[in-house]
């Protein structure tokens, strides 16, 4: 992994850390506008290739990975803002956000493989 891709990598982690301790933080959301590696290997170059979440064969952009249960938490959890269930959706918004955010941990070099 070179340099770039693991700094976007960390902003990456940075940016799931963000919205899962501040769910509620204006201006961050799931997706590819607010992740680094979306901006890197999508918006910029059209396709995944290169990206680490994309290396397995069988994905297909964030597919079988725990983006989608954290993307599908984060609306329901929007959606219950200002309703009783609120609570209960921040917290299986916070446990999706926390798998996502593991996910995309292990996906760090082993250490003295960095750059």
Not at 50 to 77: L, M, N
Not at 82 to 106: C, M, P
């Amino acid at each position: 992994m070179n340099a770039e891709t693991r700094q976007a990598l960390e902003d990456s982690i940075a940016h799931w850390e963000r919205m899962r301790d501040n769910p509620t933080r204006c201006g961050e959301r799931p997706g590819p506008n607010d992740c680094a590696l979306c901006r890197m290997f999508i918006l910029n170059i059209p396709t995944c290739n290169g990206c680490p979440v994309y290396s397995e064969p069988e994905r297909d952009h964030c597919e079988h990975t725990p983006y989608t249960t954290a993307h599908k938490a984060w609306e329901a959890f929007c959606s219950a803002i200002g309703t009783r269930n609120v609570d209960y959706a921040l917290r299986r918004w916070q446990e999706a956000a926390q798998a996502e955010i593991d996910f995309l941990k292990s996906l760090r070099p082993p250490a003295g493989q960095g750059l």
